[in-house]
């Protein structure tokens, strides 16, 4: 559990702090900012696949659908968007920030077993579902053998 606890200029504490966050703002430390940028923004993403489509879930919480772009170009299906920050208040002072803001881009390869002629896409609830249809002979055929 986190405690959120008001700290004044003054405070030891909050000198410390200072000191310690000023010591990653030398040029050694430059490449942090790529590492823990806050645009890094990635949507978690789940693919499953049954007997007739391959699945594609991801995660998008605070994005509109309009600010996602679904493109297929020589078997990779990219999805790519951003996610808008939400704007500054000058009155707030940010205690803590885990949520991730910024573009995003997510490709995967299509196999020939994929109708890419039928893929379809929806997005509820801040998730995005894309379907992909199996071809008819990517399908496993089930065939039952009787016992003589």
Do not use: W
Request: charged fraction near 30%; include cysteine; aromatic fraction near 12%.
């Amino acid at each position: 559990m986190k405690n959120l606890i008001k700290f004044r200029k003054d405070d030891d504490l909050f000198n410390i702090s200072d000191t310690f966050r000023s010591i990653f703002d030398h040029p050694f430390f430059s490449f942090r900012n790529e590492l823990f940028n806050v645009s890094n923004y990635s949507p978690r993403t789940r693919i499953t696949e049954d007997r007739d489509n391959f699945y594609i879930y991801m995660e998008m919480p605070g994005i509109s659908k309009d600010d996602v772009k679904i493109t297929l170009e020589n078997d990779t299906l990219t999805i790519s968007g951003v996610k808008k920050q939400q704007q500054k208040s000058e009155d707030a002072n940010l205690i803590m920030n885990e949520i991730y803001y910024g573009e995003f881009c997510r490709s995967f390869n299509v196999s020939k077993d994929v109708k890419t002629d039928a893929i379809e896409a929806n997005f509820k609830d801040g998730v995005l579902s894309i379907t992909l249809p199996k071809v008819e002979e990517a399908k496993p055929v089930v065939k039952e053998i009787k016992v003589k």
